[in-house]
């Protein structure tokens, strides 16, 4: 192979890394602490995953949905962060625009919205949380959690998703949290569930 080629690749290779790592957490540092919350999940669907078997993608638009419209307002709420509404969006992922049309937005002081950036064939999903500021309509923080597919946990999975999304919040001095680290609705550490762990 052209050594000049490879190198060219390489350039280019790591260029794009250093976007993705710069992309990968924006903080506004004006942004004030969260009080409340509403989220927004606008997920789209798996269509077009690549690596997705058709049982996985019927998985993604009804079984991790309605885990997700159940236990992430749950989880949030075990670790003392309001939230006021959690509603599924229809159509095309927001990405990063603002929900313009949605009835979330009315009476929260911050909106959370979940969109999905892209599937990979381990399968993995990676999402991006985006943090809006209500009142100025503006995105002051976001992230991007992954999210390994296993079908058999849609709520397990659903829990460490937003561990993860709660942890980055935390970290950023956004929240505080119930305890050091997000907990679960028995109280409990959320920690890495076994492939048999049984859903719940």
């Known amino acids: 192979m052209n050594k000049k080629l490879v190198s060219y690749a ?17 903080v506004d540092k004006n942004a004030k602490p969260v009080a409340d919350i509403s989220i927004i999940l606008s997920l789209g669907d798996a269509t077009n995953a690549a690596g997705f078997s058709d049982d996985m993608k019927k998985w993604y638009s009804h079984q991790l949905k309605d885990a997700m419209q159940k236990r992430m307002p749950e ?14 969006l229809e ?17 929260a002081s911050y909106v959370l919205v979940l969109t999905p950036k892209y599937f990979t064939s381990k399968p993995t999903i990676f999402f991006e949380a985006v943090l809006w ?18 079908v058999s946990q849609p709520l397990l999975r659903t829990q460490l998703l937003t561990a993860k999304i709660l942890s980055a919040l935390k970290n950023d001095h956004l929240i505080t949290l119930k305890t050091n680290d997000p907990i679960d609705l028995r109280g409990e ?11 719940r």
């Open 75 to 88: 989880i949030f709420s075990a670790n003392q962060v309001l939230v006021n509404s959690t509603t599924v």
């Open 10 to 26: 390489c350039v280019f290779i790591c260029l794009i890394f250093n976007v993705v790592i710069a992309r990968a957490a924006l």
């Open 189 to 199: 550490p959320i920690t890495t569930y076994f492939r048999f762990t049984d859903d």
């Open 91 to 107: 159509g095309p992922p927001l990405g990063e625009k603002w929900p313009e049309n949605s009835d979330a937005v009315a009476g």
């Open 133 to 150: 500021d209500v009142q100025e309509k503006k995105m002051v923080w976001n992230s991007f959690p992954e999210m390994a597919v296993f």
